[in-house]
């Protein structure tokens, strides 16, 4: 059975804006958004460690934002002022275990097969 589920991705214009979405089936108690694109190492974006506050990577700091709908089970990636390096497979990922490292992907044992964004003029 799927566990995550990503969807909301896209082309857009340098400057655009898109919203991800993730939904999954049952609860974690870390999740965040990865991203991956050619010839660069899957990169984390956003993460939600239990109950702390989100920690986000400095390259979106300030223009991404992560937020989770617990009773709709679905977690979501607001992404503005898109860049042409902001292009990239887009990753959901989720985790059973509390982490210190939040934007670690070794901390999560489910992913998603991940949507595409294309940021280009």
């Known amino acids: 059975q799927v566990r995550l589920m990503e969807s909301g991705g896209g082309s857009v214009q340098p400057g655009g804006s898109l919203k991800l979405a993730c939904e999954y089936r049952y609860s974690y108690y870390v999740m965040a958004w990865f991203r991956e694109a050619p010839g660069k190492e899957r990169e984390g974006v956003a993460g939600i460690n239990g109950d702390s506050r989100p920690v986000y990577s400095d390259s979106v700091k300030g223009r991404f934002t992560i937020s989770n709908d617990d009773a709709n089970r679905t977690l979501y990636l607001q992404m503005n002022a898109l860049k042409p390096e902001d292009s990239a497979m887009y990753y959901c990922?989720?985790?059973?275990?509390?982490?210190?490292?939040?934007?670690?992907?070794?901390?999560?044992?489910?992913w998603g097969q991940g949507t595409l964004v294309t940021v280009s003029s």
């Open positions: 990922a989720a985790g059973i275990h509390w982490s210190d490292r939040p934007l670690d992907s070794k901390g999560y044992n489910f």
